[in-house]
């Protein structure tokens, strides 16, 4: 492959991600492989850690990205078909510091890609475009690494459930969409000594159930039909890598990531009082004046597992959460996002409360608030477009410039950033009251018509989030 034919489209503000075989294949993969390589002994590491989740594509590109790592002189060590969190695990175990991860994530099954760190840091976005730089100008090295393959299963389930137990057997039905972590997930729950009921948790690459994404609704009604049919405890759904988790209550009602994230907040400023804690723009008030009432350190942050992780790390901050239900614990974990490690944590906090999971989550009532809200641009006008709406007048609102805008009124607050994953703007509002969040809705719609003259916002956008309904992304039409 000629380095100039790469799409640099790939090379995401999170992570590397294309669509196989269109705009990446096992060429591109070597290539790549080799420019993380390069970057990695740069940056004096020696040795990295590759695993790959179960999509169809997965195998070869991970044979290929190794090749290109073993030309650049890297040592490298194969995990094998892992989920996210246990390549993550692996650099500190093995201590490498280093490792690469070859998922589609909860992308469509065409979809694969590749999440990067480097001495302990997740590559930024300014940072993986320097990998395409460093490709295109021909800046790799060479050289003969050495290879070995390596089970790190054992370590992760015992490191994982250390000092943990359940004070009372829970029944558990989880919901893994055909991703890796499936199996992971089931033999964590069992030794955690939990009655665990599997659907969806052999791994298939064409995810032939419902797609590997609990954001979507549409992939929850199975879960929460069994959930009922059981008189379950709690139901578990994990995204396709495992590094995302979304929660069922006893009752069948989602739980929305805003309460999920409400309570560990609790949980860890009870126990670490004046601690940080890290949440997106993208996250409920409510969070926020929780962590002030407890006495935490409140910080949002701009959206993304790589944004959130290294500004923990910037400020020490013990905990992190993602409205997209990305879960960051650094107290007695490593800081980044694994929901296998989140959902154990979950089950003790449910076990130790004697209470259900409905009356456990009922402390944090979510506000009226809308689903994501999805503006289809192009990848070329979404920035510039939030450049126009910034210079809009939205006072007497407190604006916040952190990840695109978020305009905070006394009842309630809108927030419009550009995707970094897709050609969209995203849009969430909340409200202290339904009448208050009518009237941001049609507040904002009538800004964003001063930059966007044919924007709707639909009104069943403007819902109560917990209707379980209401999960899915909503579409505002350009006409």
Known sequence: MNRQDLNPTIFRAYDIRGIYPRTLDADTAFLIGRAIGSEALDRHQQTLCVGHDGRLSSPELSRALISGLLHSGID??????VPTPV??????????GSGVMVTGSHNPADYNGFKIMLGGHTLSGEEITGLYQRIISGQLRDGAGTLQSQDISDA?????????HLSRSLRVVVDCGNGVPGPWIV???QRFGCEVSALYCDVDGTFPNHHPDPE???NLADLIAKVSELNADIGLALDGDGDRLAVISNTGECVTPDQLICLFTKDLLQRHPGAAIVYDV???????LLINKLGGKSDMWRCGHSMIKNRMRQTKALFGGEFSGHLFFADQ????????????????LLSDSGTTAAELFSQFTPLPSTPMINIAVSDADKFRLIEQVRELDFSPARVCNVDGLRVEYSDGWFGLRPSNTTPMLTLRIEALTVAALHRLSHLLEQKLKQVIPDLQIPELAVTNYTNTTDRDDTHATVT
């Open 216 to 218: 979507k609704a549409e």
């Open 76 to 81: 490298t060590i194969d995990l094998g078909m």
């Open 87 to 96: 390549l993550y695990y692996a650099t500190h175990a093995l201590n490498t």
């Open 282 to 288: 993208k996250c409920s008030l409510n969070l926020p």
């Open 333 to 348: 974990w490593y800081g980044f996002d694994d929901g296998l490690y989140a959902a154990i944590r979950l089950l003790q």
């Open 156 to 164: 992760y389930f015992e490191r994982v459930l250390e000092n943990r």
């Open 187 to 189: 033999t964590l729950l």
